[in-house]
């Protein structure tokens, strides 16, 4: 077999412990023996049909055969490209033309009419023969392991490529750095097309635990997410900080009703302080770590541990420490290395920095580069470095001038969660005919209905007077009950500015 680690384990745990749970969605499981004896069968017939090194797609939802079919396709030599059965079918499509997949592994209703795809019930069936895969074709060293669309800027998406090197270097890290322990239980709610999942696949997966599905309808209803969060008898949660933030609604979410929750990490959006407060209150007997990273860099590249004299310390929770492979720069527009304590922009450089954009050139010579003898990203992300951790400024392309002056939105919504009755705050710019940002507008959502909105904003701004410039204090706000998420959990700042804007 080439060496992969990822299935050298796996096989180990299915060989020696073999009854132990990989998968449990609390009315139907999977054993580490079943995950081996159908990955293998499938990957027996993917290398036997597929003989090419040309993507697959693996398309459905959060159930055990999607681990089976990305173990198959990594044992038959194939990157996955997952796609989560929530994704629009317009996104599908687009997807699917960028993909250029050799075939379509569908576990749920494929929307398309083209493709060489293979339903649920031909799954099933490949994966009971008992057959097994060569392993000379195993995913490996600079091989692609998995390529995740993004959203681009112009609307197409981009293929993000993560060689097997790449999710190595993440591994190591998180088995570790994060006290990570053998048979924990890991929730597994971030969707299989969002990286985010795989900051609890594969530590699980490593670690003989067991990954419990939280599925998309738990989290669109909020007595069954409640009701359930007790029974998943979870140890570790990884999530958005926005899927925490609607759990603290519930006054159960905490260490007495869940005492086996001893591990959070969170990642994909900032982590708004007063949240981070909260859950630090809650669980304090937890660690709880705040991590960042793009798509780009595998997952995530920095981690602090948040204590309550960390939260006194910082106006914003810190981003953290890079991890011991990797090195972050601070560059100005020239590529010149910035002093810490100066804002710039992000640049990302060690192992763990994807390759490029799948079969994208133009963007791929946009965003990566060679820095220090080291493959380098740029973020796009705007920060700074102070004592040792990175600390983060918003997205540039967030960063908006007003009447002459520059300003960045992130900024505003950290000062306006500060204020008390506000729990959570996004705030947008209108723009005029000639495309200039005339206005700003926040969308707030408060800790109580608002009885006098005319008041209640008066009250907001004196407060955040306090705080802020002038130019920075929004000149009209919106009281919403909830801020609008994208499909993978983030607060959707650009579907508010179209709302805006429209």
């Known amino acids: 077999m080439k060496d992969n680690r990822i299935i050298k384990t796996i096989q180990e745990t299915a060989l020696h412990q073999g009854d132990t749970l990989c998968f449990d969605d609390l009315n139907k499981s999977m054993s580490y023996l079943e995950l081996e004896n159908k990955s293998n069968a499938l990957a027996q017939y993917l290398e036997e049909n597929f003989p090419n090194k040309q993507p697959i797609i693996v398309y459905g939802g959060q159930e055990a055969f999607m681990l089976v079919a990305f173990l198959a396709c990594t044992k038959s030599g194939h990157a996955y490209v997952p796609i989560d059965d929530h994704t629009p079918k317009e996104r599908v499509s687009m997807i699917y033309s960028e993909a250029d997949s050799t075939c379509v592994l569908a576990l749920s209703d494929w929307p398309l009419a083209h493709g060489v795809v293979h339903n649920r019930s031909e799954i099933l069936l490949k994966s009971e023969s008992g057959k097994q895969p060569s392993f000379k074709h195993c995913v490996s060293g600079d091989d692609i392991y998995y390529i995740i669309f993004t959203s681009g800027t112009t609307g197409k998406p981009k293929g993000v490529q993560i060689t097997y090197n790449n999710l190595i270097s993440f591994i190591d890290w998180m088995l570790l750095d994060f006290g990570l322990k053998p048979k924990q239980r890991f929730l597994c709610q971030a969707p299989f097309s969002f990286d985010l999942s795989v900051m609890d696949v594969y530590p699980a ?241 408060l800790e109580e209905k608002v009885l006098d909105a005319v008041g209640k904003t008066k009250e907001l701004k004196a407060d955040l007077k306090e705080l802020v410039m002038d130019y920075m204090i929004p000149q009209r706000f919106v009281y919403v009950e909830e801020l609008p998420l994208t499909p993978n959990g983030k607060v959707d700042r650009k579907f508010l500015i179209n709302e805006v804007n429209g």
């Not at 601070?330 to 992000?346: A, F, K, R, V």
């Not at 600390?391 to 900024?411: S, V, W």
Request: aromatic content about 10%; hydrophobic content about 40%; proline content about 6%.
């Open 205 to 445: 997966l490593l670690l003989q635990g067991t990954l419990v599905s939280m599925p998309k309808q738990m989290t669109e209803n909020f007595p069954l997410l409640f009701q359930s969060i007790p029974n998943m008898l979870l140890n570790v949660w990884v999530s958005t900080p926005s899927l925490v933030e609607m759990c603290l609604l519930s006054p159960d979410f905490n260490e007495e009703v869940l005492p086996d929750l001893k591990t959070f990490l969170f990642c994909g959006e900032e982590l708004p302080k007063k949240v981070a407060e909260k859950l630090v209150e809650r669980f304090s007997k937890a660690t709880i770590f705040n991590t960042y990273g793009p798509t780009e860099t595998t997952v995530a590249i920095t981690e602090v541990k948040l204590t309550s004299e960390i939260l006194a310390n910082y106006d914003r929770v810190p981003l953290g420490k890079v991890k011991s492979d990797t090195n972050i720069f601070i560059l100005d527009d020239s590529n010149n290395i910035l002093n810490h304590g100066e804002i710039g922009e992000i640049i990302i450089a060690g192992p763990s920095v994807s390759p490029g954009y799948f079969e994208n050139p133009e963007k791929t010579e946009e965003a990566f580069f060679m820095f220090n003898n080291q493959p380098a990203y740029r973020t796009g992300d705007s920060g700074l470095l102070e004592d040792g951790y990175l600390f983060y400024k918003g997205r540039m392309d967030f960063q908006i001038k007003l009447n002459g002056f520059r300003m960045e939105l992130g900024d505003i919504d950290n000062h306006l969660t500060e204020l008390p009755g506000v729990r959570l705050a996004c705030t947008v710019p209108k723009m005029n005919k000639l495309g200039k940002v005339n206005q700003l507008v926040a969308y707030i959502v």
